[in-house]
């Protein structure tokens, strides 16, 4: 083995100690006789894979045959662009970029958010999060953290558009520093003003169905409704009203903030949103690349738990065996 790795994998990203691709392979336990690989557009002989090194950022797509075509893959889209993993990471609070990093692989998380701030004209050389989160691989979603009126808000996203191009953008408005709830009026301003501008904005609300659906009759792309206070930790306050502006909304539904463990996760995925973001949850874990996987693990549990339909609820305990005919 040599040292750790990010490169892409079916197009996910993934960490791996792995120096030959015959080693990557074995690391999945896959059998090398019975696999197909391509290496940055380019297949790889299968005589020659113990031999072929695995470098920072290299894209394979390793293949096998399966028996009658396989599932479609279950995917989401906001504002015509389509991902695999429903869960966003935020990138603050980490104790170091590669931390950053790390995190992101292991969630497998596909849109990182990223704040706006002024360049450090002190140090232009300064390591920055571009750095090591390459914006090629995975999207960066700029959000307006830290704006407490629409004005700051659209004037954040104008700059981040200008710096990278991005018009799918996170907005969030914050209302005072104590509970950083949303302002909802600046919150609706802004997002005409953006959505108006061209922007695709997704954006962090209240938990309330009526504000949502304002919001995306104003042109958000996507309703993110709060969970719990940001960084509080805490998990779904009130799951009634996250329901109903899943069943009421027409684009997807994330809720974002407030997320503290695993379980969180699930159950916003159970109630039928489309994904979650989440930052501190992982950033301040004890181990936050282990938490970043099990977050992963989780979203897709309650993805599945989703789709597969609960079973209905009973006042009464109903025997899984049958009574009749006991001895």
Partial sequence: MSTPKTITLNGEPRRTEAATIAELVRELELVP??????RNGAIVPRSTLG??????????????FVGGGDHPADTWSVAGRTFRSRLIVGTGKYKSFEQNAAA????????VTVAVRRVNVSDPKAPMLTDYIDPKQITYLPNTAGCFTG????????????AGGWDLVKLEVLGEARTLYPDMVETLRATEVLAKEGFQPMVYCVDDPIAAKRL????????MPLG????????????????????????????????????DAARAMELGCD??????????????????????????AGRL???????GKRLYADPSSPLAGLI
């Fill in 151 to 162: 004005e700051e808000a659209v004037r954040t996203l104008r700059l981040a558009r200008e």
């Fill in 216 to 223: 995306e009759d104003a042109g958000a792309v996507a309703i």
């Fill in 104 to 111: 992101v692989a292991a969630s497998g998380a596909e849109i």
């Fill in 33 to 38: 006789e019975k696999v197909a690989v391509e």
């Fill in 275 to 300: 994904g979650v973001l989440m930052n501190t949850a992982i950033a301040e874990a004890k181990d936050p690349v282990m938490m970043a996987a099990a977050m992963k693990v989780a979203v897709e």
């Fill in 305 to 311: 738990s989703y789709r597969a339909g609960r079973m």
């Fill in 51 to 64: 031999q072929a090194p695995l470098a920072e950022g290299d894209k394979l797509e390793i293949v096998h």
């Fill in 228 to 263: 719990a206070p940001i960084g509080s930790g805490l998990g779904i306050q009130n799951e009634v009203t996250i329901r109903l502006i899943v069943e009421g909304a027409t684009v997807p539904v994330l809720v974002d903030a407030g997320v503290g463990q695993a379980s």
